[in-house]
């Protein structure tokens, strides 16, 4: 079971909702289109020191896929396999991809479950998600009933990607995903985009990464995450999820 909000939220202090979104507006759009941009979600300073945070954080692990099978692996593991070692597993992951399902990013797990997160802003960050306001926002906007929120921070590095899927996992209980931004000057050239794909296997609009502000799109919805080219300067910073109902509450 979900650790519920409590009512007074510590996280508060750090994070707050931004007073003049227009959530009539954005629960219109949503309802029209399925996935909606929330531009500057949080008051001033709450997601600059999160990034900050985060680029600050050296227990980064990467994840990968082969089948259904995920291979993880802590990130400075990567710098010590040699040349021909990453060019074979490069090589692997790229060929998988052109067939199915892949991916490669880098990531840092919350837990689920509020009394067993530690007092990290990142585990700050999550607790906010899960407050009554957030909680509240996103009901509104999203018309779910939805009762938490999970997170992940994700970062995308030059040569990392996402190929399509659309999130629905039986008994996940999820309703929407989201995409929390943190990557300011981002050029659209350098790949990461979170694209939406139609029915006739064409590009259904999609989202370059922007800074503060917060994506969601229903699920099930079919997406990717393409591939970052060489030409990034910083990796793709960002806090990932889904808005969910505990099990049997659906």
Known sequence: MIASPVAHDPASEIFSLNPDLDVP??????ARDGRIEIRDLLSAGGADRLRSHLLDRRDWTI????????????EPALAEL??????TLDDKLYRSAGRGFQYRFRTIRIDDDRARRGGSLLDRFADFMNGAAM??????VTDTDIDFVDAQATRYEQGDFL????????GKHRHAAYVFGLSPDWRPEAGGLLLFHGDDGQIDGGFTPAFGALRLFRVPTLHSVSFVSPIASSG???????????????
Do not use: F, P
């Not at 040699?82 to 060019?87: A, F, I, L, N, P």
């Not at 793709?236 to 659906?250: E, K, P, V």
């Open 25 to 30: 507006a954005l629960a219109k759009a949503y």
């Open 63 to 74: 994840v990968m896929n082969a089948g259904d099978r995920v291979w993880e692996m802590a």
């Open 82 to 87: 040699t040349g021909d070692q990453r060019r």
């Open 135 to 140: 909680l509240d926002l996103l009901n509104r």
């Open 163 to 170: 190929t399509a899927h659309d999130d629905a996992v039986e």
């Open 236 to 250: 793709r910073l960002s806090i990932t999820g889904w808005l969910r109902r505990t099990a049997g509450q659906d």
